[in-house]
């Protein structure tokens, strides 16, 4: 398994961008489907976008697609998520997950490793 830490979420307000760090341990993170999900108080997960090994392929939930760009860097061992046009209801605590190989879903249940999240607060 990856070791994952969420950084660059905090309080923002409506309209604003904001870019969310997904930085993972070991040296075979390059071999992991990376996603990124969120969720709110109260409500479920939400799946949001997914990015293969190479970075070739993703996916983005139709809800955040005109917003929301995933990409990596795996020189870095890191996946982004940028977030434009914040709005209140984009609240929530932003995980990413990571899967070693396999198909690249959006699924929550397709990812074994997960960081502890990070917090995203859009005020009006």
């Known amino acids: 398994q990856v070791t994952l830490v969420e950084s660059g979420g905090g309080l923002v307000q409506a309209g604003t961008s904001l870019i969310l760090s997904c930085a993972a341990s070991?040296?075979?993170?390059?071999?992991?489907?990376v996603g990124w999900f969120r969720q709110a108080p109260g409500k479920e997960r939400e799946s949001l976008a997914a990015?293969?090994?190479?970075?070739?392929?993703?996916y983005t939930a139709d809800s955040v697609k005109a917003r929301f760009t995933i990409s990596r860097d795996n020189a870095k061992n890191t996946v982004y998520l940028q977030m434009n046009s914040l709005k209140p209801e984009d609240t929530a605590v932003y995980y990413c997950?990571?899967?070693?190989?396999?198909?690249?879903?959006?699924?929550?249940?397709?990812?074994?490793?997960w960081g502890q999240g990070t917090q995203v607060t859009v005020s009006a």
């Open positions: 997950a990571a899967d070693r190989g396999g198909t690249l879903s959006l699924r929550p249940n397709a990812y074994d490793s």
């Open positions: 070991g040296r075979t993170f390059s071999t992991y489907n």
């Open positions: 990015i293969s090994t190479a970075g070739n392929r993703k």
